[in-house]
């Protein structure tokens, strides 16, 4: 009975983290760029140019762990490994939760997502398991070969699908910007939810002495005596009225907002979001857009980084949006997406762009 007990929680266990490996496999960019948020919040500016093969790695550990966990081999050197690993899991979730200056571990990636304390209380049950296995010797049933060989394919099928979708994007895209959203429809609030609730607060100055008060409990006093300085909103209830997409907005370089502009296109037109300088074919880059501008659609390059965009294009084809809705929205840097009016038809990342590329007739 006891054994039983303990092949059932480690194939659990095992493949908690083999899911939660893969799901971040899909996504490396994403768990990379979680990372770069932890460290900002700490001040470790210097590890930005390291998190994505730090994402990299602990992708395939995740999965490669999982694996080994059911197997069962090499069991005291994996029971301290994961050990260690959900002790880190266990203290990111904490001060996720305990902080609050992170929304969110990013632990299952962006297509399981889970808050602080529902991360935060998975991996307390977690460390308990796994704390639990040091005192339950396993007796696999498979063989130190097969065992090896599982292990050897979960290492590569990890290694080789995050290469592959590092170029060619996802295989699931679970953002907002996927492929058949509509963003304006993201970027309404959610059908049932909950504004936040918000008190005004005025600030007044009188006899030298300021005051506070909110539109409820205005002075029975009150008249020209008192001097207006400033008013603000205060939050009494968080609402859960948060649209996927809260930030979107594409200006010229002259600053003009053409976001509805274009959104209000019939045609099909294109965009190529491109964050920074950072493009490993800048050859291909440039055959896309020699591509795009020989076709009758209209495109433009969003980027976060005009200096780098003039390189590729003339300032009437250069759009400027937020670094962060870019990293979103192309998890390759750069990404194609076909338009019509707010609707994405299609995406694309660079290695595969001119599929998408509508010829002229």
């Given at each position: ?37 932890f ?25 490669v ?14 029971n ?54 040091f ?57 049932g ?36 300085l ?47 300088a ?15 501008t ?9 980027t ?22 870019i ?16 609707l ?18």
């Amino acid at each position: 009975m006891l054994q039983a007990i303990n092949i059932a929680l480690r194939w659990l266990v095992g493949l908690l983290f083999i899911v939660s490996g893969l799901v971040k496999v899909n996504d490396p960019a994403g768990l990379s760029y979680k990372m770069q948020e932890f460290f900002e919040v700490w001040g470790w500016h210097g590890l930005h140019d390291y998190t994505l093969w730090l994402a990299i790695v602990m992708n395939i550990f995740e999965v490669v762990a999982g694996v080994a966990l059911i197997t069962g081999w090499q069991q005291k050197l994996f029971n301290w490994l994961l050990l260690l690993l959900i002790l880190v899991f266990t203290f990111l979730t904490g001060y996720a939760l305990f902080s609050g200056k992170i929304k969110t571990c990013g632990c299952f990636g962006d297509c399981l997502p889970l808050t602080p304390a529902m991360s935060f209380g998975k991996d307390i049950v977690l460390l308990c398991l796994i704390l639990l296995f040091f005192k339950m010797p396993y007796a696999s049933r498979f063989q130190t070969r097969t065992s090896v060989m599982l292990i050897a394919l979960a290492f590569v099928f990890s290694a080789w699908a995050q290469v592959f979708v590092l170029k060619h994007l996802p295989f699931v895209d679970c953002l907002p910007y996927k492929k058949g959203n509509n963003i304006l429809q993201q970027m309404q609030r959610p059908d049932g939810s909950l504004p936040d609730s918000i008190s005004i607060v005025y600030r007044y100055l009188k006899n030298g002495k300021e005051l506070s008060f909110d539109a409820e409990h205005f002075p029975d006093d009150f008249d020209s005596t008192y001097v207006f300085l400033d008013r603000k909103d205060v939050i009494i209830r968080k609402g859960d009225a948060v649209p996927p997409i809260t930030d979107f907005s594409l200006h010229t370089l002259s600053n003009t907002d053409t976001t509805q502009k274009l959104f209000q296109f019939i045609q099909p037109y294109y965009l190529l979001f491109m964050k920074d300088a950072s493009v490993n074919d800048a050859r291909a880059l440039r055959d896309l857009i020699q591509a795009l501008t020989g076709t009758d659609q209209q495109w433009w390059l969003v980027t976060a980084d005009v200096d780098a965009a003039l390189q590729y294009a003339g300032p009437t084809h250069i759009l400027k949006a937020d670094a962060t809705v870019i990293k979103t929205a192309a998890r390759v840097n750069p990404t194609l997406f076909k338009m019509r009016g707010a609707l994405i038809e299609g995406k694309r990342a660079l290695a595969d762009a001119k599929q998408l590329i509508q010829p002229n007739p």
